[in-house]
């Protein structure tokens, strides 16, 4: 057996049905030469002219033989260790729910930005590619997977559960040109299924999946090499690893995260631009032979230099070189 072969023999079974399926597609647009935007997402498109197929078509069509050969290469990697975790029916649920939520979340993003902020520049953007589910599994698989950490690109090493966020940001780095929303929209649905928001409202359910892998009319399908059956300990179900009730917490920690972020750039900003200011320096303490605290500061440093000298009974006028200042911490044991 060739290493193509056994390659693709180690790929289960939903997951080759949908690199087959974004394959013969994209064979079909470079042989019939087909105009791509005609299946493009396009947030106009669907809303007014009711061109609701954009929402899957977006999906299986490619820019490009690079485009869904990177694609095609993360779904065997990503895709397959679901699979075979999860099972090929909740995986193939889990794909084809992911193609219409990212897609129907991508077009409620670019609406509201259209109404509430008169961006209407998403509502005219074509966007193509299985790259923002391949986001939604990029979630579940980092969060599931037994590594604490991840390598962006080889550069650069974060937490496991970050990595769908570091690479969303080290790809619109490189490759600006990239769907931000589209890929952001893949991270949301799959923040969403591993909470088990989508487990609770609309996957089926295990039982019902067990079931299923029982039907007479799938037995030819269920024969074939690489179906994995659903798991009978319930594992195949994302709910058990996080509390749905946890999600709005970690929506708002997030939340705060960001503001915080942004508020600290801002801060630095003004401080590049506008510098600290006489106030900005009063965490910084001098020596008292210093002299460059404040007037108060200073004051209160003679008037304790002072009242020292008296105490010990020289209490007269000195001529000559200064004396050497007492140190801060002689100072300090006196005020105590």
Request: glycine share 8%; net charge negative.
């Amino acid at each position: 057996m060739s290493r193509a072969a056994e390659v693709a023999a180690s790929i289960p079974l939903a997951n080759r049905f949908i690199i087959g399926l974004c394959v013969a597609v994209f064979l079909l647009q470079t042989i019939l030469n087909l105009d791509l935007q005609d299946f493009t997402l396009c947030p106009r498109n669907v809303i007014y002219d009711h061109e609701y197929y954009r929402i899957f078509t977006s999906c299986v069509f490619h820019g490009g033989l690079i485009h869904i050969g990177f694609n095609m290469m993360s779904t065997a990697a990503i895709g397959s260790l679901l699979e075979k975790r999860f099972g090929t029916l909740r995986h193939i649920f889990s794909v084809f729910l992911g193609m219409f939520l990212t897609s129907s979340t991508y077009i409620l993003v670019a609406c509201l930005l259209n109404w509430v902020c008169r961006y209407d520049k998403l509502m005219y953007q074509h966007s193509v590619g299985f790259s923002g589910v391949l986001f939604q599994l990029s979630v579940l698989e980092a969060n599931l997977s037994p590594n604490s950490t991840r390598s962006v690109f080889g550069m650069l090493q974060v937490p496991a559960y970050l990595y769908p966020w570091a690479l969303l940001v080290a790809l619109q780095i490189f490759m600006p040109q990239i769907s931000f929303v589209g890929h952001l929209s893949g991270i949301f649905v799959g923040t969403l299924q591993l909470y088990g928001v989508l487990d609770a409202l609309i996957l089926p359910s295990d039982e019902y999946l067990r079931a299923m892998d029982e039907w007479p009319s799938l037995q030819r399908i269920a024969a074939r090499e690489g179906y994995v059956r659903t798991p009978v300990d319930g594992s195949s179900s994302t709910s058990h690893v996080r509390d749905p009730s946890a999600l709005l917490s970690g929506i708002r920690r997030s939340l705060g995260m960001v503001i915080k972020l942004v508020k600290d750039l801002l801060e630095t900003i003004r401080v590049v631009v506008f510098g600290r200011g006489r106030d900005g320096n009063e965490n910084i303490r001098f020596g008292l032979s210093g002299g460059h605290g404040s007037d108060e500061e200073a004051t209160s440093r003679d008037a304790l230099i002072d009242n020292s000298d008296i105490a010990d009974g020289d209490d007269d006028d000195w001529a000559g070189l200064p004396s050497v200042s007492p140190p801060l911490s002689e100072v300090e044991s006196r005020i105590v």
